[in-house]
């Protein structure tokens, strides 16, 4: 809902946030800065102690930018008045063309419904390039996807490339950042995935960073906790099990890359796609570290929230698969990985070097990183939206029944008597793009994280 008021009794002005040219011309003619977010309203009217829960939720949170306000709907609202090149799509309103996209996505103008679904038949597990960023300063755009369908036989889908190429708009050219190695996804052909053809997308250049994931990520981390539970106190032995366990060069890794991205974005002014092999791990941890070195916005703690919410949960990583264990656990599973902690050991790297730029401090990231492990919430829960249900008194499996009956971990952080623990008192706001050294001797260990990894025990660090 948008409103305009004259006085305190209105007049008010209603419109659909789905209906795009109702509210382009609401936002431009009545000049809107300001969205008020009702959903902690309606949430908390639905809450068993209502008088708790608006205490709780309704605070002057609840009054913010629109580009601070989580969800799709409101990041489409969020460029109304900046471009008419995009739109929201509800393609996928009941998952059915990606189980793992949330309910609507935002899309080029031009690209239709019927197209969409035939460019997701392309992509792995229906995956079809969404918008992830657009970049205010030269209107270049971050777009994010799972790997094409190329297979042995050099499949090819013009509703893919329509889709591409109606992403660069005016541009010559757009760079395609993929996640795994060219080898890594020269091997995916032979089992029906690899990448985008230079004959067919012949306006992208493919530019190939290896990320490792999955069970590689996994013993990383498990060899680093291990080093620093040794009680030894042998420096030698300690450094090199810490070389060993290569925690530190994934994090150079995906700095680098994320580095990457932003400077096609910022300097280059050219667009960038990025996708690996599903989309749901190494692409989303890209996609998140270059809007945080390229927006201000999600150095704050509301934008750093609203980003974990769209780049994360919304956008499909399977929480519930990767974070079911921590490394303490002796338990291997085979789809665990800490791809969110590495997210969280990045950007507590971007925090020491720019200790001024961040709005939020140490500690929540902290404590998201023993959140995602064991929570008290909701939040991380299940693994794409699909598995959350949004309304009570619809048919519901048990595990769904149960995440109704969860609190939002950030209705708690976001009280007042706790929002200033996780407030980082030198903040000042940096409007510029940060650029991460990665250079050996900028990279440190992270204690905090290490310290949840080891249930509270004290850990050797030299």
Request: charged content about 20%; some cysteine; hydrophobic content about 40%.
């Amino acid at each position: 809902m948008a409103a305009t008021m004259e006085a305190v009794s209105g007049p008010f002005i209603y419109a659909d946030v789905l209906d795009y040219k109702n509210l382009q011309e609401l936002v431009i003619n009545n000049r809107i800065t300001w969205l008020v977010h009702y959903s902690a309203l309606l949430s908390a009217i639905g809450e068993a102690n209502v008088a708790l829960a608006r205490r709780v939720n309704i605070t002057d949170l609840c009054i913010q930018r629109p580009r601070t306000i989580y969800g799709v709907s409101k990041v489409h609202a969020e460029l109304i008045g900046e471009t008419d090149r995009w739109r929201l799509s509800c393609v996928n309103k009941d998952f059915s063309v990606c189980p793992t996209y949330p309910t609507a996505v935002i899309v080029p103008r031009s690209i239709e419904d019927e197209t969409l679904k035939k460019a997701a038949k392309f992509r792995q597990g229906g995956r079809f390039p969404v918008l992830s960023y657009y970049h205010r300063n030269n209107g270049m755009v971050i777009m994010r996807s799972s790997q094409p369908l190329v297979g042995a036989h050099r499949r090819r889908c013009k509703e893919d490339e329509l889709l591409l190429q109606a992403v660069l708009g005016g541009s010559d050219l757009g760079y395609i950042v993929d996640t795994r190695s060219a080898q890594l996804a020269k091997q995916a052909t032979l089992i029906g995935g690899g990448s985008e053809s230079k004959s067919y997308y012949i306006n992208w250049k493919r530019l190939h960073r290896n990320l490792e994931r999955g069970k590689v990520l996994q013993e990383s981390l498990i060899k680093l906790v291990e080093a620093c539970n040794d009680q030894s106190n042998n420096m030698d032995r300690w450094l090199s099990k810490l070389e060993n366990s290569k925690w530190l060069s994934h994090v150079n890794s995906a700095l680098i890359t994320a580095g990457l991205v932003a400077e096609c974005v910022e300097r280059e002014g050219r667009s960038v796609l990025v996708h690996g092999s599903e989309g749901t791990d190494t692409t989303l941890l890209v996609t998140s570290l270059a809007r945080l070195i390229l927006d201000p916005e999600c150095r704050t703690i509301s934008g750093f929230q609203a980003l974990i919410d769209r780049e994360w949960i919304q956008a499909g990583h399977p929480f519930q698969l990767r974070s079911a264990h921590s490394a303490f656990s002796h338990a291997r599973l085979r789809h665990e990985a800490p791809v969110f902690l590495l997210f969280l050991d990045c950007c507590w790297q971007l925090s020491r070097q720019f200790p001024l730029s961040l709005q939020f401090s140490e500690a929540l990231l902290t404590r998201l990183s023993q959140e995602v492990y064991a929570s008290n919430f909701g939040t991380f829960l299940c693994n794409n939206d699909k598995e959350r249900p949004r309304r009570k008194g619809t048919q519901t499996s048990t595990r769904k029944s149960h995440f109704l009956k969860t609190n939002s971990l950030w209705a708690w952080i976001n009280r007042p008597c706790e929002l200033g623990r996780y407030t980082n008192p030198l903040y000042e706001c940096n409007s510029l793009a940060i650029w991460p050294s990665v250079n050996p001797q900028s990279l440190q260990l992270w204690q905090g994280m290490l310290s949840v990894c080891l249930n509270g025990k004290p850990c050797t660090v030299w």
